[in-house]
């Protein structure tokens, strides 16, 4: 069994992961903190792990889709999910720190209309 990623309707992603457990089916939701709010990783989705049958998986409400491949829901294997299952702190994905920029530090633009500028 490996996991697949399910697409949910705007802010649902609790309620499918709710509608799945019920089902047995295992699901994993990672979250982080945005300025003092919690809020899932990617806002719209979720993984779900998946046997042979997926049907009642599009049938649950608030499911937009599977992500597929082909015919058949495109899999991810575990050790993406134990990345971000590893990274957790206290039940939220730490992401890692950009570099901090002092005021004045040349820094130079990698994309849009000023690529290969350098700016202060």
């Known amino acids: 069994m490996n996991w697949a990623v ?8 609790h309620a499918v992961r ?5 089902l047995e089916l295992e699901t994993y939701l990672p979250r982080i903190k945005v300025r003092k709010r919690i809020t ?9 792990r998946l ?8 049938w649950t409400p608030h499911v937009i889709r599977l992500l597929m491949a082909g015919a058949q ?7 993406i999910i134990n990345q971000f299952r590893n990274r957790e702190r206290g039940g939220l994905v730490r992401l890692p ?4 920029l002092r005021l004045g530090q040349p820094v130079k633009v990698i994309r849009g ?6 700016g202060l």
Not at 18 to 22: P, T, Y
Not at 73 to 79: G, H, K, N, Q, S
Not at 97 to 100: F, I, N, S, V, Y
């Open 6 to 13: 399910v697409q949910t309707e705007a802010q649902r992603e």
């Open 73 to 79: 829901p495109a899999r991810l294997p575990d050790e």
């Open 97 to 100: 720190q950009p570099p901090r």
């Open 113 to 118: 209309s000023f690529e290969g500028q350098i």
């Open 51 to 58: 046997g042979q049958q997926f049907y009642p998986v599009l």
């Open 40 to 48: 899932p990783l990617f806002p719209g989705y979720l993984f779900v």
């Open 18 to 22: 709710l509608l799945l457990s019920r």
